[in-house]
């Protein structure tokens, strides 16, 4: 009894898998008609959801090239001190016995 409520079950959350896949399939096919091609369909997604702003002004630009410069600026930070470290590691020497 509880192989055959196992195997209902699988089928069920099979079935349930399938529709949503055939849903998203449809999806972004209707998406791609509608858009024409891959990368506008990408561009349109990165500004619904704001992973990138249009910038209409220098200084819209100059904020955004601002940000970036500050964010590489921390990763340097934090990467040249360890880099730093691992260079100037002293070198352990090991005595053989014979």
């Known amino acids: 009894m509880a192989q055959q409520n196992n195997k209902i079950a699988g ?10 896949g055939l849903w998203a399939t449809a999806a972004l096919v209707g998406g791609l008609s509608q858009a024409g091609s891959v990368t506008e369909l990408a561009r349109q997604y990165m500004v619904a959801t704001g992973m990138i702003t ?8 100059y904020t955004h090239i601002k940000g970036i410069e500050y964010l590489i600026c921390v990763a340097f930070f934090v990467a040249f001190p360890v880099f730093y470290n691992y260079v100037n590691k002293e070198k352990k020497t090991a005595k053989v016995r014979a």
């Open 54 to 61: 249009p910038i209409h002004t220098l200084v819209d630009y």
């Open 11 to 20: 089928k069920i959350v099979l079935g349930f898998g399938a529709l949503i």
